[in-house]
């Protein structure tokens, strides 16, 4: 689904809070609208459409996602902290906007904050270096069935559907 669409699909109380976020980072809105973009890419380039399953896809796309928004706001930045802050209130409020069931939204979340977290090691690295590294921890995620799983693995991406 493309950006604009998703906005015209939102409520108004959903609009609010992104909006209400933005004005506290209207630097950011470009960059988040840029890295976001470029994940949905990536990860179709990769995976192709799967990516939109709750697979190793999916994990990969929500992990990329964090990385390359933390990378646009350290480039902008060149503050790690701002660059890992950025990600987690934007995804968290994505996750929060758009509701899954209790065990697709902990997998998101939980891939979100990888994403977050391996971004002191990738956040100068080149696209090719962040896909390569991405792609390899996707093929070592770990299949969970229920949401408490996913503090069991907090090293590892983590997938619910086998695809």
Known sequence: MSIRARLKSMSFAQLFKLATLFIAHPGYVFLTARASKKAMHLATQVYGNTHHKSNR?????HALWTVLLGQEVYRKSDNLEKAKNWP???????????VNNQLDRAMDLHNNNFGIQKLKELVTSTETETLEFLKTEAEKAIQITQAEETKQHPLNLVYILAL
Do not use: P, S, W
């Open 57 to 61: 896809g999916n994990a990969f796309r």
């Open 88 to 98: 987690k209130q934007f995804t968290n409020l994505h996750e929060e906007i758009f």
